[in-house]
C-alpha cells in the first residue's frame, strides 16, 4: 500500500529581486532584501520598512554588514526609530546588532530564543539566536506605535516558539515572518518546532480580517484566508501519509521521507524529517502513535 498523496497548494513566486533596494509594496510600507539566497531563504529574507521619515524596521535579517549598509543607504534621509523581530532564526534577528550599533534603535520581540518554549519549562536545543534578548518584550495583542503608524502584536509559535507575526493597522497588511510564506511550507523543527502550536496558530489567522499577508520570504499571499485553509489541509494531508506509511510496514521516519517527499533533493530529506518528527509528536499528543520511551528521531512508531 502507498503512502497517500498530498494535495498541491498553489504556491507564489515571483523573478530574481533587486537586493538592496527599497522596494514599495504600499503606501506605508516597503521591503529591502538581503542577499542570502538559499534552499530555505528562497531570494534571500526581506527586512520591511513601515512608515516614512521615523520608521520601523521588521527583521533587519542576517549578520550581513552589506545588507545593513543597503538598508541605511535607502533610509539616508529617515530615522530608523523601532527594531521588529519575527524570531531569532539566524536570518531573521542577528542584524539588530550591526543596526543598533549605527541608529540606536531599540529592538522589540517576544524573547530570547526558545522564549516560548521556556516559559513551558521546555529545553530548547542550540541553532538559533541566543545572543537576542529584545529591548521591549511584546506579547500577543500589543500595539507598537511610532511616527505616523502602529502595528499589531501576532503571536504565532509554531516555526519557532517565540514567533511574532506584526499588522500594520489602517493597511490590514500582516507581516508574517516565517509563519506563513508563498513560495514553501515552513519547517517545523522540534523542540523548538511544534506542529500542535503550527496549526493552532495557522487557525488563528483565519479568524482574522488580514487582507493580505507579507512573508519574510517570497512575494505577497492577496488571499489569506483560502491560503491559510490550505496550508492547514496540506498538514491534515501529512498525518494521513504518516498512517498509511505505518499500515505499510515503514515505522522509521528516515523510510518515511522518502515516501511522502517524492522528487526533493536529497540534501533537503534531513529538514523534511524534522518536520515529519514534528507530525509525528503532535499524532502522539493526539493518542494517534505510540512508542517506547521519550520519542527520538530514530525511533520506530506505530499506531494504537
Known amino acids: 500500500m502507498a503512502c497517500a498523496a498530498t494535495m498541491v497548494i498553489s504556491y507564489r513566486h515571483e523573478p530574481p529581486v533587486e537586493y538592496g533596494v527599497a522596494h514599495t509594496l504600499s503606501p506605508m510600507i516597503r521591503r529591502i532584501v538581503a542577499r542570502n539566497p538559499s534552499a530555505f531563504t528562497y531570494h534571500g529574507t526581506g527586512t520591511y520598512v513601515i512608515g516614512r521619515g521615523n520608521v520601523a524596521i521588521v527583521d533587519p535579517g542576517p549578520a550581513l ?4 549598509d543597503a538598508v541605511m543607504l535607502a533610509l539616508k534621509d529617515e530615522r530608523i526609530t523601532h527594531q521588529l523581530v519575527t524570531h531569532t532564526h539566524m536570518d531573521h534577528s542577528p542584524a539588530t546588532r550591526l543596526l543598533g550599533e549605527r541608529t540606536g534603535a531599540p529592538t ?4 530570547p530564543h526558545g522564549e516560548g518554549r521556556f516559559e513551558r519549562g521546555a529545553k530548547v536545543e542550540a541553532g538559533g539566536d541566543m545572543k537576542f534578548v529584545p529591548d521591549t518584550a511584546l506579547r500577543h495583542g500589543d500595539i507598537v506605535e511610532g511616527d505616523g503608524w502602529s502595528v499589531e502584536v501576532v503571536h504565532t509559535p509554531g516555526h519557532c516558539s517565540n514567533h511574532l507575526c506584526f499588522q500594520v493597522q489602517g493597511e490590514r497588511a500582516l507581516l508574517t515572518g516565517d509563519h506563513v510564506m508563498g513560495w514553501s511550507t515552513s519547517v517545523i523543527s522540534p523542540p523548538d518546532g511544534d506542529m500542535g502550536d503550527y496549526l493552532s496558530s495557522l487557525r488563528m489567522l ?4 488580514d487582507s493580505v499577508l507579507l512573508p519574510a520570504h517570497g512575494p505577497a499571499i492577496d488571499d489569506p484566508k483560502a491560503f491559510v485553509s490550505a496550508f492547514i489541509e496540506h498538514r491534515l494531508q501529512r498525518e494521513a501519509q504518516i498512517v ?11 523510510d518515511m521521507v522518502p515516501r511522502m517527499y517524492q522528487g526533493l533533493p536529497t540534501t533537503l530529506h534531513g529538514a523534511a524529517a524534522r518536520s515529519v518528527f ?5 499524532m502522539q499528543d493526539k493518542g494517534m502513535l505510540k512508542v517506547d520511551g521519550e520519542p527520538r528521531l530514530t525511533d520506530a512508531f506505530a499506531l494504537l
Open 244 to 254: 498509511a506509511c505505518l499500515k505499510d510496514g515503514l515505522v522509521r521516519i528516515a
Open 206 to 209: 483565519l479568524e482574522r480580517d
Open 278 to 282: 514534528a507530525h509525528v509528536l503532535h
Open 108 to 111: 522589540y520581540g517576544y524573547g
Open 65 to 68: 554588514v552589506e545588507h545593513i
